[in-house]
């Protein structure tokens, strides 16, 4: 029975634009499959990309997915690229017509295709059921088994509840969320022997409960790696933004026996971003949670330990061996390290922002939030391209966006193709010089007091949503008197060091600081948190992988 039971949550999905094609290949697919598969089906890529998603929140198992190659809005390789991010293990099949035969082998390297057929697939017992015996019995040959969820139950006000689901989101830990007012919720925290006083409340796959737990406790239990294996390595990478997840794919793949240690969740401000368009090698954009997966295997695939929720604060010289330490009094030690601690972003300072932290008052997008802002007035503080990504992204849910700017307008800090689109938003607003004066509301944000920079004039606005993206500050505070800063707290390395050409105090070896070398030889930093950086996910990227070449000559001749 559990078999059966388990056969009748796997999926077979099939998009076709095409409404008759589409009924006919369920048509097939269900007189064939239907009795032990779901047969789903969609009419378009993004369509189907929202069934995907609704299908991993369940838990739901995904075998085979047909998608036709000839789509509007996104053809059938961009989405099968897509739809790999979201179920990696079901088989790929790529429906296309003679003339396109070129594109579909072209897909076998792209997208990982597992077969293309031709239409007409008439007869489905000669040209389409062979085929989908083969990959659902490759398929079944894998280790498919549904993963438990964890279980998160709290109260949509609670900033404890919300920063759970983001920490969960964010490492890709598959939950479900109940709230602590409705049935199942209540049934879940009395057999916790919970009131409801305490949130959240966690039950791991195992079914052990969690009272409000902390990040460490929490990603221990959730099967997320927390300790290292070793004390020694040749290679430690502090912060999992893009310059750390580059160095420890580059570090790894080039023989570094690499550490990674993250404080909250891999991706950094980049890995919030609910849209990435002008990275290169994905012209139709690439969120930042995506992004962060692709990542995050590849690491792990060439052997990199990643390590989470571990909060580092201390860096220390032992002879030739850096010596970093946790806030645990635990350490571990390496040849080199490369600081990517990358930035935060700074708290509004207003009045009573502070007390309504998560509960309507977000920093950073806080996409777990975005499907309760449907139909709602949503504000954004800031005018770079993360509050831009963020105002786009919430648009497709909120009544309106409006976004507050200190500044004049957007030109100063947004991308170009991120102006021309929110000009081009129906609902999204701009509001230059102005600020949030103030923010308001008992347990819960009810309205924000804002004041026009120059004039000083201030309004009351009703508002249950607002999403922070202001300043970049250097998360560099317990590196203080390890390694020299400027005077923002972000970290000088290379040139920046010597800027009337002399080595810095203190400096013993006999050539200059490389490039991003830091005052501390073998000690590097990448990203957002090195002095003058340029502040975006490519650049980031790269001087990642530019440290670990510097980090090979730093031990060729040490």
């Known amino acids: 029975m559990a078999q059966a039971a388990e056969a009748a949550r796997t999926v077979i999905l099939t998009v076709d634009d095409d409404p008759g094609v589409s ?79 070129g594109a579909a082998i072209d897909a076998i390297n792209v997208v990982d295709l597992d077969h293309y057929l031709l239409k007409p697939w008439d007869p489905p017992e000669e040209k389409l059921y062979p085929v989908l015996d083969d990959l659902l019995a490759a398929w079944r040959a894998g280790d498919h088994r549904p993963v438990p969820s964890t279980k998160v139950v709290g109260h949509r006000w609670s ?29 879940l925290l009395a057999a916790a022997g919970q009131d409801g006083r305490r949130l959240p409340l966690v039950v791991t796959p195992d079914g052990d409960p969690l009272v409000a737990p902390e990040p460490p406790e929490l990603a221990a239990r959730v099967g997320l790696a927390t300790d290292p294996t070793t004390d020694f390595y040749d290679l430690i990478v502090i912060g999992g933004g893009p310059a750390g997840l580059g160095a420890a794919v580059y570090g790894a793949s080039e023989g570094l026996r690499t550490v990674l240690v993250e404080r909250s969740a891999t991706g950094g401000q980049a890995g919030q971003s609910s849209r990435i368009e002008n990275y290169l090698g994905f012209p139709d954009g690439v969120s930042g949670a995506q992004l ?26 032992n002879g030739a061996a850096r010596i970093v330490r946790f806030s645990d009094g635990s350490a571990i030690a390496a040849h ?21 932290t998560g509960c309507g008052v977000f920093y950073g997008s806080a996409l777990t939030e975005a499907a309760s802002c449907q139909g709602h007035d949503i504000y954004i503080v800031g005018g770079a391209n993360s509050a831009g990504q963020a105002a786009m992204y919430l648009s497709r849910h909120a009544k309106s966006v409006t976004l507050l700017v200190r500044g004049p307008d957007l030109t100063a800090s947004m991308s170009h193709y991120l102006i021309q689109q929110i000009e ?35 309004e ?44 810095p105090e203190g400096w013993e070896l006999d050539r200059p600081p490389y490039h991003l070398e830091t005052n501390v030889p073998g000690v590097f930093v990448a990203g957002d948190a090195r002095a003058e950086s340029a502040k975006r996910v490519a650049s980031a990227v790269g001087e990642g992988a530019m440290a670990v070449m510097l980090v090979h000559r730093y031990l060729e001749q040490s």
């Not at 048509?27 to 998603?53: H, K, M, N, Q, T």
């Not at 900033?159 to 490492?171: G, I, P, T």
């Open 23 to 101: 009924r006919a290949v369920a048509r097939d697919l269900r007189r064939r499959y239907g009795a032990s598969y779901r047969i789903v089906r969609a009419e378009s890529g993004p369509s189907a990309l929202e069934a995907l998603r609704e299908l991993k929140l369940r838990g739901d198992l995904v075998a085979v997915i047909l998608a036709d190659y000839r789509m509007p809005q996104m053809n059938g390789i961009e989405f099968l690229e897509q739809a790999l991010d979201i179920h990696p293990g079901a088989r790929r099949v790529l429906l296309t017509a003679y003339a396109d035969t």
């Open 159 to 187: 900033a404890r509840s919300s920063e759970v689901r983001e920490f969960l989101a964010r490492n890709q830990v598959p939950y479900r969320w109940y709230s602590s007012d409705e049935p199942e919720g209540r049934r």
């Open 424 to 458: 081009e938003a129906p609902n999204i607003f701009v509001r230059p010089r102005t600020v949030v004066d103030a923010a308001h509301g008992e347990g819960r944000l009810e309205r924000l007091t804002l004041r026009q920079v120059e004039s000083g004039e201030t």
């Open 460 to 503: 009351q606005v009703d508002a249950q949503w607002v999403f922070v993206f202001i300043g970049a500050a250097p998360l560099t505070d317990w590196l203080d008197g390890a390694v020299l800063r400027d005077e923002r707290g972000f970290i000088l390395a290379g040139p920046d060091l010597s800027p009337d050409g002399r080595p």
């Open 336 to 356: 080199s390290v490369i600081l990517a601690t990358g930035v935060s972003y700074r708290q509004l300072a207003a009045p009573g922002a502070r007390d309504l």
């Open 292 to 317: 962060t997966d692709r990542a995050r295997r590849q690491a792990t695939k060439f052997g990199a330990e990643l390590l989470t929720a571990r909060e580092v604060t201390a860096l220390e010289v």
